[in-house]
């Protein structure tokens, strides 16, 4: 006889996929629309798409902590910082889109449906411990921002994306890999449990009661977990896609993915590699890479001719900072690593605002570049206003005080000694002092050089108000920023260690 099953409605929790549904259905919600309408409209498609995220993001909010879908969404405090992360970057730069009218991507409702379902992807990557739904996350968000990159419709733009997706295809091989060797090791799949069997006799039960030494699958599956990981946070030696693609995205997007995507990649670091921590030859691997990847960049940075490709570099550096609190890994390293992306995340709002004000069709400065340095020279005496705010932006990203980026780096700096990392912070001293060199350079073409074109318009002609308002919340969060790191690291501390304890 056929015997039924129930699956009882508690095990759902439809509540822990609110957040990501509210993010599908707008999506289809705005695909449906556009077949209604007869011409599009950008405004329309921006504000609704700004609505489902700021729905979404409410929803994240008041989601209560535990299992769900199964058990194969996990709502804790490394879930929801992720993903108000990722939201809140989203809702900040979406704006962006009301500001270039040549932009013919934008009047597009595809865009603004792609660009829900990468939010929603991030989202499904930081909400799981289950190495299958972090892969689809992982490759939901990234084939629709290979869409998105490609959609910009230049020759650089389609370089970028295949480039980004040639990489991103071999990145998504080698989570597919580690999960393998995890799996042939363990028999689980699920983050939980492959802890609890790793974690039993310091793996010495593994090499005593397994004639095939699963101890060797097991630093397979890390060293293609590093592999997978280090592509979407930028580590070297992954990081060489990351300049092309800022070149060819627009400045929306590029700032877009300087923030989101390595959140969702910092957050997915933690639970993995958080397992394998007891692994002397990880900790001896993620100092050499967390070293490189904080110096190599700002060097090529210093050779850079285009701002852009220069945020490019710098991008890739901050993200080796953050990465030193997964070396450390500790919860008080791990809630500085959210502060230090919060901070930057505002300060890389405002700096790629600027660079999309400034945008412009006409090539005046350079035959491949948009954002030459050049560009901005004597800036000061065009656009007043323009030039101070941008160098505020350039001198928080080279961390001087009482500049955001600035207490990131000392929170970090400070957990570092804290643990003994005495030559880790001579590392990050040096490098600050470098990346100094290419953040002032533009201050001195702003401000020191003559100016090429004295047309103040064609830096400030694309300044809509939308625009006006997410540089104000950037300015405000860099400049002010000295008046809540205490409250903001100390609530970030406690959240996380009472996730880890």
Not at 1 to 18: D, Q, R, T
Not at 103 to 126: N, S
Not at 277 to 296: C, D, E, G, N, Q
């Amino acid at each position: 006889m056929l015997e039924i099953f129930s699956v009882p409605f508690e095990s759902l929790n439809v509540f822990s996929i609110l957040p990501m549904m509210i993010g599908i259905v707008g999506a289809l919600i705005i695909l449906m629309l556009d077949l209604c309408l007869r011409v599009n409209n950008r405004q329309l498609y921006a504000m609704l798409t700004f609505l489902f995220l700021i729905m979404d993001l409410g929803a994240v909010i008041l989601s209560p902590d535990g299992k769900g879908f199964f058990g194969l969404i996990t709502i804790d405090t490394l879930s929801s910082l992720g993903q108000i992360i990722v939201l809140i970057t989203a809702v900040l730069f979406l704006p962006l889109t009301l500001a270039h009218s040549q932009f013919d991507e934008f009047d597009k409702p595809e865009y603004y449906v792609l660009f829900l379902f990468v939010t929603t992807g991030f989202q499904f990557m930081v909400s799981s411990d289950h190495l299958i739904v972090i892969f689809l996350g992982l490759e939901t968000a990234s084939l629709a921002l290979y869409t998105l990159i490609a959609l910009h419709n230049k020759r650089t733009s389609l370089e970028a994306a295949i480039k980004y997706f040639t990489m991103g295809s071999l990145a998504a091989g080698c989570f597919a890999f580690g999960a393998m060797l995890l799996y042939a090791a363990t028999g689980h799949l699920d983050l939980g449990n492959i802890y609890r069997v790793l974690d039993l006799g310091d793996f010495r039960n593994l090499l005593e009661n397994k004639p095939y030494q699963p101890i060797h699958l097991v630093a397979g599956a890390v060293v293609f977990f590093l592999a997978s990981v280090g592509f979407k946070l930028s580590l070297f030696p992954f990081h060489t896609w990351m300049p092309d693609v800022y070149e060819g995205s627009n400045s929306f997007l590029a700032g877009y993915m300087s923030i989101a995507p390595k959140i969702a990649a910092f957050v997915v670091a933690i639970r993995i590699f958080d397992i394998f921590s007891k692994l002397p030859f990880v900790h001896t691997i993620f100092y050499i890479i967390a070293i490189i990847t904080m110096t190599l960049p700002n060097l090529i940075a210093l050779a850079q001719d285009d701002v852009k490709r220069m945020l490019a570099y710098s991008s890739i550096s901050h993200a080796g900072f953050a990465f030193c609190a997964i070396l450390i890994g500790t919860p008080n390293a791990y809630a500085v690593l959210f502060f230090y992306w919060i901070l930057f995340l505002f300060t890389n709002l405002g700096a790629f605002s600027m660079l999309w004000i400034t945008r412009t069709k006409e090539q005046f400065w350079h035959s491949r570049y948009d954002h030459p340095y050049e560009k901005f020279s004597g800036l000061i005496k065009i656009s007043p206003l323009a030039a101070v705010i941008m160098g505020l932006f350039m001198l928080s990203l080279a961390g001087v005080p009482p500049f955001s980026v600035f207490w990131g780096k000392l929170y970090l700096m400070s957990t570092a000694i804290n643990h003994g990392y005495l030559f880790l912070v001579i590392v990050m001293v040096i490098n600050s002092a470098i990346a100094a060199y290419y953040y002032l350079k533009l201050i001195v073409f702003m401000f020191l050089k003559e100016p090429i074109i004295t047309d103040g318009n064609i830096y400030t002609r694309n300044a809509t108000f939308p625009l006006k308002v997410v540089l104000g919340i950037a300015v405000i969060m860099v400049c002010s920023s000295f008046l809540f790191v205490g409250e903001l690291i100390f609530i970030l501390t406690a959240a996380i260690t009472s996730l880890f304890w």
